[in-house]
């Protein structure tokens, strides 16, 4: 497989294993439920990178489709690469403007990609997909990187989509009228896509000019460019005119099946009994549902003019700090009829003006779904314009013209800041502790890769959960005093009850005793700070 070559690739391309786990704060005040809770509906501030590294203990390999939009790299969008990569040529990249001017913007583009993209498949389920919106500037350095990350046998298609209707009369060479969104499976093999439902559009289509009782239909020609003499024959229409296929063309169906389709007022003639013959269509025999096409319209999905303007719609009465280039909700809407079931979870880290939980939210309302999103957004506008998108059309937006956002779509979030960087390091010396919680979850992924069940914790019997190979604890308090006496004693090791069919993973800062206690107990000891293995799965 042909791989792309950047500067400063060897620097990122194992970053997102050195990410620090931070925690994620909750914020009450900002969200929108009385309970915060990161099993519910997710908007989280911060830089994407940590975020993404954050949600990875409880959200990994369990996101059924992500939809990013990143920026465009187009020379005028002001975004900086800020990822603290341990070397000097990328410390000197850090928070300057990527402008038109840059010479590397495209390497840096790819730099800033590359850790996002390889944390952003572990979280994915292995039947999920990854959509993502880009244009002609970095749509060609897009696909091999995709390619490498996700595998190119993972490729599903390159969708096209109309974002305007008039052409641009100022255009240098050709108006640009369409974007594209790339998209890949996490295991090709796996994913099934959805059919797409019919459109009024396409009802309508279907009428009922005779008044048949099997309902509506409409018509299908009865003639085939594939000849065949046996179907090359002469039609009588009801009204005594003579009808022959096309020059080079015949029927379609033997003449036996003619007079059958005819009894059965399945050919129609037209009103006056003397047009072609067509074959009846009727809506009741047509599959539910519409394969889905590489060619998305403005009329179908929308465009930017209806997503500025819903968005304008939406914060009529705000100050809206110059936001532009929304995208439309129904474009979201058509990648999770196609991607998604009804309690799938969709996850955008670039979150913007909050269009994806939008469209999570409008297409629960309609079809009774339980979808949840989890939106991270880094811009210091992600209370004031992601969120505060998210609040209005939960509860309502008065002056809108679809009922369901004007009565309010419903639903809930939470709110995070990301937080301190949870260093394990810190335990010895006591600076920044972090709580039993948050240190619970860390331990429990990085050792066994596996999800994080809160739930399931209890801290009074030191029991951080189970995963498929371990039943893991933790002798842990979030006091300095305190860790100096906390050591894993043979007391201690019988307090959290007899050997079962599954080993004791069991972390403390020290042990009192020797390996042949622990392996009589089936206990494998982790000691804290140090560095924390994943242990074979």
Not at 76 to 83: F, H, I, L, P, S
């Amino acid at each position: 497989m042909a791989q792309i070559q950047f500067k400063g690739k060897s620097f990122v391309q194992n970053h997102h294993l050195l990410v620090k786990y931070h925690e994620l704060i909750p914020k009450k005040d900002k969200s929108l439920k009385d309970k915060v809770s990161l099993h519910d509906n997710l908007i989280i501030h911060g830089d994407n990178l940590k975020a993404l590294k954050a949600l990875l203990p409880l959200y990994a390999g369990k996101i059924k489709c992500i939809y990013i939009d990143p920026p465009y790299n187009t020379g005028n969008e002001k975004w900086a690469y800020n990822d603290n990569v341990n070397s000097p040529m990328m410390q000197e990249w850090l928070g300057k403007v990527v402008d038109r001017e840059d010479l590397t913007r495209h390497d840096k583009w790819l730099c800033m990609m590359t850790p996002r993209l390889k944390l952003l498949r572990e979280l994915l389920r292995d039947d999920g997909v990854i959509f993502v919106s880009i244009d002609d500037n970095e749509q060609h350095h897009l696909r091999m990187l995709m390619d490498e990350i996700f595998g190119e046998e993972n490729f599903v298609t390159n969708i096209i989509w109309q974002k305007k209707y008039s052409p641009s009369n100022d255009a240098k060479y050709l108006s640009d009228m369409h974007d594209f969104v790339v998209l890949y499976a996490k295991n090709l093999s796996l994913w099934t896509r959805n059919l797409l439902p019919r459109t009024e559009l396409q009802d309508s289509r279907y009428k009922n000019p005779d008044n048949d009782p099997r309902g509506r239909w409409k018509v299908s020609g009865l003639d085939v460019k594939t000849y065949s003499a046996a179907y090359d024959y002469e039609i009588i229409t009801p009204s005594g005119r003579k009808v022959l296929p096309p020059k080079g063309k015949c029927w379609r169906v033997s003449k036996e099946r003619l007079d059958e389709l005819i009894k059965d007022n399945r050919i129609w003639f037209g009103k006056g009994g003397s047009n072609v013959p067509s074959i009846k269509r009727f809506l009741s025999e047509v599959q539910q549902g519409i394969v889905p096409v590489t060619l998305w319209l403005r009329e179908e999905v929308g465009d930017n003019q209806e997503a500025q303007q819903g968005f304008n719609n939406i914060f009529s009465d705000a100050v809206t700090f110059g936001f532009e280039t929304p995208k439309p909700v129904r474009l979201i809407k058509r990648m999770l009829q196609l991607s998604t079931n009804e309690d799938s979870i969709i996850l955008d880290s670039f979150a913007g003006s909050g269009t994806t939980a939008h469209a999570v939210l409008s297409l629960n309302k309609e079809d009774g779904g339980n979808r949840k999103f989890i939106l991270v957004e880094c811009e210091d506008y992600a209370d004031k314009i992601t969120a505060e998108r998210v609040r209005r059309v939960i509860k309502g937006v008065p002056n809108a013209k679809d009922e369901n956002l004007k009565k309010g779509l419903g639903g809930t979030f939470s709110y995070f800041e990301l937080g301190k960087v949870i260093e394990l390091e810190s335990i010895l010396s006591g600076d920044g502790l972090p709580t039993y919680e948050e240190l619970a979850r860390y331990i429990f992924y990085t050792a066994t890769g596996e999800e994080f069940d809160q739930k399931a914790m209890n801290e009074k019997k030191n029991f951080v959960g189970k995963s498929r190979n371990y039943k893991v604890y933790l002798f842990y308090k979030p006091d300095i005093e305190k860790l100096k006496n906390i050591a894993l004693t043979l007391e201690r090791a019988k307090s959290i009850g007899k050997p079962g069919e599954k080993r004791r993973l069991v972390f403390a800062p020290t042990k009192y005793l020797d390996q042949a206690h622990l392996d009589e107990l089936r206990i494998d000891f982790a000691q804290l700070p140090f560095e924390i293995y994943e242990l074979a799965r």
